[in-house]
């Protein structure tokens, strides 16, 4: 048990400094590396085998809403980025621009993409002519560039992977059903994948997506009471079909500009997962993105019979789990450390009294739980117990979620109840101007979330001003 | 019948002009579309479906061989690509350099990653300690960038896509069984995939990867004659590990440096499979990586009960292949052209008639042989027949390279063989001087291709220089 204690100790506990517990995991999980080019790092394979589960299941998502996967170059020439004025407003700050190729300097430089809204713009005014063109409903899978001053690894890092979803359409109203659906999407993957509940609304004016009429989000509550935007889907109405000149002859034979809409999620979603459910042993994967779902770990591995055992249930457990055997001559006490570490949701254990009664022991990463388990009913119970956890990891976010959700009604109640109760989202009313929502920020540290779809009645003015309130508003500080 | 004359006539004849051919394929199959930056394009859904058919295949024999993804910045720093001299030599004339992130000039310039080798090495320092680490067996499914000058879709882009294997491993035996084992992976992946048989061997010395000590590949003939590298594997000995000082501690206790791989192949994979199989109707596509494999046509649709069949069967065949229906209103005549030219292997007529007798005609696209199939043997028949489609265009594009692989015994042969009988592989004997090499192309046009694993004595001397003859080489005009 020495080396076990060795590795627990290694972390930092998350109620002592929670930004170095984050970075103790990512590197401890074997998550990412860093590397010598700043804000950039090295996604590793359990890393990557996460990434590409989120992959997987979003993709077929997408795929039964009836998207199609295409790919667009990494660079945007200046001029293009240029077309849409609030668009290249906001990200032109913040490109990487490449502007010699071999040793010849660029006639124009290019940026790498920060997003591809652009280069999807110039492609469907090339390939749609007519409403039968219509509608075109893409998305990516790439990696983007924002130059970035201050990085964490997956939450805000200078290049980082995501999909991003680019759809134009006849009408206003089919591209915001469009917004609307990828927005429901995004929440059904996080409630019943991620097993993370998300708050499902709509953007201030002043945070929308830059050339948007309308930006919607889900946010994330993390476990230190920080909120996190974990996905975005935009309505761009005709703005950048008119900038881009997209336009199609309706059946009317009329000449139409397209409505458009984009969205996207990224790697961030990981960072989501480690400050949603990781605990002081290390992370705590949901089952449907965990690279391994069950560890068959053999105890006194040496005595006759115990290997050849564990490796038939590998072999049975492979069939209907991702599953992973660990006959090394490491202990079992570095072992347990080593996957609790890494998250994986069940540790099944089986020595040699554990066959002589035809059973075995499954522990629960989320709570520990040890579950005595016959081997005739394995292929019954693991798939039992993974959403077990799923459900347990849930209620554990949500819980923390509502407990650290507070209603305000007086801007001065805001920092006392943080300062009382912790971090988290403030339900207060607001009048809909900028001013005040910049007031609150100022005054009491707390920026705008979303405007929630879920609307509730706290009061009849705004928590700031006193004037009329127009909407009920999250607030809350943000990674 | 009208729409199906256009389409077809709007397409060249291969034997007229096999380029402009070419071109118009990638455009009217709709694989690609051009972008504002040069030597850039848009992958379309239907190209890039084929290309996540190829990624899907290669992706499971790359895991059931160990590997794991991963994914690496894709920046390098200028210092970090200039570590391995042969390396930065051969790839710094060709790349995009990153000079400024938003506003701010870089303190050190970045360039986009023409390939990877730096990077990895970079990471298997930080994380290589001891033997117990090795082999590190790593992947990744990225772009890169190469500032070619004159570019053609999937043969040669200033960006493309490809995957990249990087291993580490304690000795060079090992690695060197990796770089043969990941060249028959890819020969194993061409010829039960893709349909196109390759010849494999090593490289000259003078076309190595820069940095490797040995470049195996695997070569294919187009319908042209013109030869096209298809996938290459690298083996760098310690020359990399030396340069970015990867070492390990052995068993014995000592420092060894590690023995490095490299292997790719990349989205001109899908310009072989148009260039390998294509007629003047269009793209034929092999069976494992076409986005439809089968395409159902209702014939006389208005009919009562066509469309209900037509439907029926596609729920039905769904179950074991990939499956459209087109029941748009376009011309049957229309619609016959549109799949040939997009390659899809099988047609399925279904229209009155055939109902009443309980069968459907279904038209190989490959030798476009018509064949009445019982409704009820579909299940049967429809992989059977994928396979003849596989089996007969395999054979097709074999018959093609014996046809023209000349076998030349002095260096006037060679022009005068390819005059008479047109492109194709040249095998000639070598002395294995570089200057020979230089000379047969000089004079003759064709460059030395590789030197394939299956020798053959063709004469005892040398086709240039007359001294003896080491080796067997394939030439070629080459992509």
Same mark, same amino acid.
């Given at each position: 048990?020495?080396?076990?204690?060795?590795m627990v100790?290694?972390?930092?506990?998350?109620?002592?400094?929670?930004a170095?517990?984050?970075?103790?995991?990512?590197?401890?999980?074997?998550?990412?590396e860093?590397?010598?080019?700043?804000?950039?790092?090295?996604?590793?394979?359990?890393?990557?085998?996460?990434?590409e589960?989120?992959?997987?299941?979003?993709?077929g998502?997408?795929?039964?809403?009836g998207?199609?996967?295409?790919n667009?170059?990494?660079?945007?020439?200046?001029s293009?980025?240029q077309?849409?004025?609030?668009?290249?407003e906001?990200?032109?700050?913040?490109?990487?621009w490449v502007?010699?190729?071999?040793?010849?300097?660029?006639?124009?430089r290019?940026c790498?993409r920060?997003?591809?809204?652009?280069?999807?713009?110039?492609h469907?005014?090339n390939?749609v002519?007519?409403?039968?063109?219509l509608?075109?409903?893409?998305?990516?899978?790439?990696?983007?560039?924002?130059?970035?001053?201050t990085?964490?690894?997956?939450?805000?890092s200078?290049?980082?992977?995501?999909q991003?979803?680019?759809?134009?359409?006849?009408?206003?109203e089919?591209?915001?059903?469009?917004t609307?659906?990828?927005?429901?999407?995004?929440?059904?993957?996080?409630?019943?994948?991620?097993a993370?509940?998300?708050?499902?609304?709509?953007k201030t004016?002043?945070?929308?997506?830059?050339?948007?009429?309308?930006?919607?989000?889900?946010e994330?509550?993390?476990?230190?009471?920080?909120?996190?935007?974990a996905?975005?889907?935009?309505y761009?109405?005709d703005?950048?079909?008119?900038?881009?000149?997209?336009?199609?002859?309706?059946?009317?034979?009329q000449?139409q500009?397209?409505?458009?809409?984009?969205?996207?999620?990224?790697?961030?979603?990981?960072?989501?997962?480690?400050?949603?459910?990781?605990?002081?042993?290390?992370l705590? %994967?949901?089952?449907?993105? =965990?690279? +391994?779902?069950? $560890?068959? /770990?053999?105890?006194a591995?040496?005595k #006759? &019979?115990?290997?050849?055992?564990?490796a038939? %249930?590998?072999a049975?457990? =492979?069939? +209907?789990?991702r $599953?992973? /055997?660990?006959?090394?001559?490491?202990? #079992? &006490?570095?072992?347990?450390?080593e996957?609790?570490?890494?998250?994986?949701?069940?540790?099944?254990?089986?020595?040699?009294?554990?066959?002589?009664?035809?059973?075995c022991?499954?522990?629960?990463?989320?709570?520990?739980e040890?579950?005595v388990?016959?081997?005739?009913e394995?292929?019954?119970?693991?798939?039992?117990?993974l959403?077990?956890v799923?459900?347990?990891?849930y209620?554990?976010?949500?819980?923390?979620r509502?407990?650290?959700?507070?209603?305000?009604?007086a801007?001065?109640?805001?920092?006392?109840?943080?300062?009382?109760?912790?971090?988290?989202?403030?339900?207060?009313?607001?009048c809909?101007?900028?001013?005040?929502?910049?007031?609150?920020?100022?005054?009491?540290g707390?920026?705008?979330?979303c405007?929630?779809?879920?609307?509730?009645?706290?009061?009849?003015?705004?928590?700031c001003?006193?004037k009329?309130?127009?909407?009920?508003?999250?607030?809350?500080?943000?990674?």
């Amino acid at each position: 048990m020495a080396d076990n204690k060795k590795m627990v100790e290694a972390i930092t506990s998350m109620d002592e400094d929670f930004a170095k517990w984050y970075t103790d995991i990512v590197k401890k999980a074997e998550l990412i590396e860093y590397t010598s080019v700043k804000g950039c790092m090295v996604i590793r394979p359990y890393g990557y085998a996460i990434w590409e589960n989120i992959q997987r299941i979003l993709d077929g998502m997408f795929k039964e809403t009836g998207h199609e996967n295409v790919n667009m170059p990494m660079f945007i020439p200046e001029s293009l980025l240029q077309k849409e004025k609030d668009h290249v407003e906001g990200f032109a700050p913040e490109v990487a621009w490449v502007t010699y190729g071999g040793s010849e300097k660029l006639e124009e430089r290019l940026c790498v993409r920060p997003t591809s809204e652009t280069l999807f713009c110039e492609h469907f005014a090339n390939i749609v002519h007519s409403y039968r063109d219509l509608p075109k409903l893409y998305n990516q899978w790439v990696s983007v560039v924002r130059w970035e001053k201050t990085t964490r690894p997956f939450l805000r890092s200078r290049e980082f992977l995501w999909q991003e979803g680019h759809t134009v359409h006849a009408t206003a109203e089919e591209a915001i059903a469009e917004t609307e659906q990828m927005l429901n999407v995004y929440t059904r993957f996080c409630e019943e994948s991620l097993a993370m509940p998300v708050v499902q609304g709509r953007k201030t004016d002043s945070d929308k997506f830059a050339g948007a009429e309308a930006t919607y989000c889900i946010e994330a509550l993390m476990h230190d009471g920080k909120a996190l935007q974990a996905g975005t889907s935009h309505y761009f109405g005709d703005g950048f079909a008119r900038a881009f000149d997209i336009q199609f002859t309706d059946k009317n034979n009329q000449q139409q500009y397209v409505h458009e809409t984009s969205w996207g999620v990224t790697t961030r979603l990981i960072g989501a997962i480690i400050m949603t459910h990781g605990d002081d042993n290390g992370l705590v %994967l949901p089952p449907a993105v =965990a690279p +391994i779902q069950v $560890v068959i /770990l053999p105890i006194a591995q040496h005595k #006759p &019979g115990v290997l050849d055992k564990a490796a038939e %249930l590998k072999a049975r457990l =492979a069939k +209907i789990a991702r $599953v992973k /055997l660990d006959d090394s001559d490491n202990s #079992p &006490g570095w072992k347990f450390a080593e996957y609790e570490m890494k998250g994986v949701p069940l540790r099944l254990e089986i020595g040699p009294r554990d066959i002589e009664q035809n059973q075995c022991v499954i522990v629960r990463r989320d709570n520990r739980e040890k579950i005595v388990v016959s081997l005739d009913e394995l292929e019954k119970r693991i798939p039992e117990l993974l959403k077990d956890v799923h459900d347990g990891i849930y209620a554990k976010a949500l819980a923390n979620r509502e407990k650290r959700t507070y209603a305000c009604t007086a801007i001065e109640q805001i920092p006392a109840v943080m300062e009382e109760k912790g971090d988290g989202f403030i339900k207060a009313m607001w009048c809909g101007d900028e001013e005040c929502e910049d007031k609150v920020k100022e005054i009491t540290g707390v920026g705008s979330r979303c405007i929630p779809f879920a609307q509730e009645h706290l009061a009849d003015t705004c928590v700031c001003c006193g004037k009329p309130a127009k909407h009920m508003v999250y607030w809350g500080k943000a990674y």
